[in-house]
């Protein structure tokens, strides 16, 4: 947090004029004090007009129950000390209503002067810069003293304001920290981010808790032969009914709205269902109608993949998204992780697209050097620099006019040129170096990175307009842990394609699945060359092959002994298989141990809580 104090004369240039001295306003301010002049704030205003009913604002905390459950603990731990130190705390619903205002009873009287009370709504458009506004609007931290509120109102005010998020990273709501700027404390944002920190932590337990009593009372549910979804408050899947569970293999943790428009589905009816223990809604039961059955989660047959499509149902989900797209001129973005098979993806999109005709063109940015990358995306004039070709040269943009380009490692371009690709898409026109003449383009651009394109936003890496003009369709390929059931049909798809007539023990398949891959596919199709090399021209036998891994390994880091001990090496888990391994232990726990009992009770085939069960070291 940068620490500023701005005088009112400053204020009234920028309200008057629109100018002052950036160097001495926190950036985050100036940026907002900017919105709120295109938003026609008014900075004079006296008090805030957007408020709630009492009968509104019971509606508004009842659909905040997680927050305001999660807050109360912090706040009655904290309640005496933000009183002596002249302060009030507040909760704040995304949205921007404040739930809940408490603290020093003289500040509280003194906020009720510009309505700051419990149902006012206090963004930026109805308040001006503030913490809590501004907070919303950015998802961080911030404080704002005096004279940097935009608004004439909350000058008097100090306020410290931190977002709470939820595990996906959903702002679950805003804690704020305000007092007179004259009770200003040192360590008001540092209260405001801790208890934001501690808030987080306690929803987070609520809301496991919340889902173990989901699936205990939906238990008989998921057990009957209808199509049935039960999803938690927040609309994401926690488990389904045996039909569902037959052929879904990964539906945890989708979305509802998701998951019923990629599979066609039609609801017939959604029942709310509310906790025993205190009233709460904990989630929903959603009945599908029967006439969906005979076709239920079919693959695509209609797309042209020219590549091993397996049969997990990951894989069979990503097909259908590219069936979605590949028809449209959208421009897409693919994440995935390395040799997860990025450029296979993006020249599918391409030959299943009205340009399948015309040229596809595939550019790994990273491997282009920053001073030449201009030249050999938009290419040069004749004599444009030293060693230039003297008739010049098409740059990959020009070359793949009318068709596709694939920009690959898109997250490795430097600043400069981020700046010229976004003119680039904003007028679809290119400039040659060294040329004064534009080429008129029209083209598909399709990006990937295996980085995470939304941090290296977040941190400044790479330019916001232009992750917005590429993020327009997003595309996750799952890596290859997560689509074990389809490695026995990638190597048969390896043997095929590189000539090599061998039957493989089904031990042979084990291994492989009981493998990570953390270089996905890539890494299996290396694995798979090593070995033909190895047995090319012999009559391999299964314990040859079966000698030779234990001997050597899958990988030159991952060694298997014959006993199959610790083969997998440790593995992050996720905020989403953190959760799943709690849920098993409390599962266990209510089942005195029984696994049958336990599997059952999460809505989980008996092999695949083996699986985890292997996986959580449990």
């Given amino acids: 947090m940068i620490e500023t104090s701005i005088s009112l004369d400053m204020w009234r240039r920028f309200v008057k004029d629109g100018t002052f001295d950036s160097s001495r306003l926190n950036k985050r301010i100036s940026e907002s004090w900017y919105r709120c002049k295109s938003l026609d704030v008014d900075p004079f205003i006296g008090k805030v007009k957007e408020y709630l009913l009492l009968d509104d604002l019971l509606t508004q905390r009842n659909k905040n129950t997680l927050l ?167 609309q994401l899947v926690v488990t389904a009914s045996r039909l569902i569970r037959s052929k879904v293999s990964n539906w945890f943790g989708k979305s509802k ?176 170096v060294g040329s004064q003449k534009e080429i008129p383009l029209d083209i598909r651009i399709i990006t990937a990175t295996h980085k995470d394109l939304r941090t290296l936003t977040a941190n400044g890496t790479f330019r916001e307009d232009l992750f917005y003009r590429l993020h327009v369709y997003p595309i996750q390929i799952p890596p290859l842990r997560e689509r074990k059931e389809d490695i026995p049909y990638l190597v048969r798809h390896f043997c095929s394609h590189n000539q090599w007539p061998i039957q493989f023990p089904a031990e042979f398949f084990e291994r492989l699945s009981d493998y990570h891959w953390p270089g996905n596919i890539r890494e299996l199709f290396n694995f798979l060359e090593r070995l033909k090399i190895v047995f090319q021209g012999e009559q391999v036998e299964k314990k040859d092959i079966l000698k030779w891994i234990n001997e050597r390994g899958l990988c030159e880091q991952t060694a298997l002994s014959n006993n199959n001990v610790d083969k997998d090496p440790k593995v992050t888990l996720t905020a989403r298989e953190k959760t799943q391994k709690e849920m098993m232990i409390e599962a266990l726990k209510k089942t005195n141990g029984n696994v049958g009992l336990a599997a059952k009770f999460l809505g989980v085939s008996r092999s695949t809580f083996y699986k985890r069960l292997k996986r959580y070291e449990l």
């Avoid at 209503?97 to 149902?119: D, H, P, R």
């Avoid at 709504?121 to 308040?127: D, F, I, L, M, N």
């Avoid at 932590?201 to 238990?219: K, N």
């Fill in 257 to 432: 709205k998701e998951f019923i428009s990629l599979y066609h589905l039609q609801v017939q009816m959604e029942v709310p269902i509310y906790s025993k223990r205190n009233g709460a809604l904990l989630g929903y039961a959603l009945y599908f109608s029967d006439n969906k059955r005979t076709t239920f989660f079919q693959p695509s047959k209609t797309i042209t993949f020219k590549g091993e499509t397996g049969i997990s149902q990951s894989f069979q989900q990503l097909l259908q998204e590219l069936e979605r797209v590949a028809p449209t001129n959208a421009s897409v973005y693919i994440h995935g992780e390395t040799g997860t098979g990025k450029e296979v993806i993006a020249r599918t999109i391409h030959e299943n697209s009205p340009r399948l005709d015309a040229p596809f063109i595939a550019v790994n940015c990273g491997a282009i050097p920053k001073d030449l990358i201009e030249s050999e995306l938009f290419g040069y004039a004749e004599g444009a620099f030293t060693g230039a070709l003297r008739s010049g040269k098409k740059g990959k943009f020009e070359q793949a006019n009318k068709g596709t380009i694939f920009l690959d490692e898109i997250g490795e371009i430097p600043p400069s040129m981020q700046v010229a690709l976004l003119r680039v898409l904003q007028e679809r026109k290119i400039t040659p």
């Fill in 68 to 234: 305001m459950e999660a807050a109360r603990p912090q706040l009655e731990k904290m309640k005496s000390s933000i009183s002596e130190l002249g302060m009030v705390a507040l909760i704040i619903d995304p949205d921007g209503y404040v739930l809940s205002m408490t603290g020093n009873k003289v500040q509280i009287n003194e906020a009720k002067k510009i309505n700051f009370i419990e149902g006012v709504r206090w963004t930026e458009q109805q308040a001006g810069t503030n913490a809590i506004g501004t907070a919303l609007q950015t998802k961080e931290a911030i404080m704002v003293n005096g004279a940097e509120h935009f608004a004439i109102a909350s000058h008097r005010w100090s306020c410290a304001a931190s977002p709470i998020l939820q595990e996906d990273g959903k702002l679950l709501g805003i804690i704020d920290f305000s007092c007179p700027v004259e009770k200003t404390h040192p360590y008001m944002f540092g209260m405001a981010v801790s208890a934001a920190h501690a808030i987080e932590r306690e929803a987070s337990i609520l809301l496991h808790r919340e889902e173990m009593e989901l699936l205990q009372v939906t238990i008989d549910l998921i057990e009957t032969n209808k199509m049935v979804l039960i999803t938690n408050n927040r």
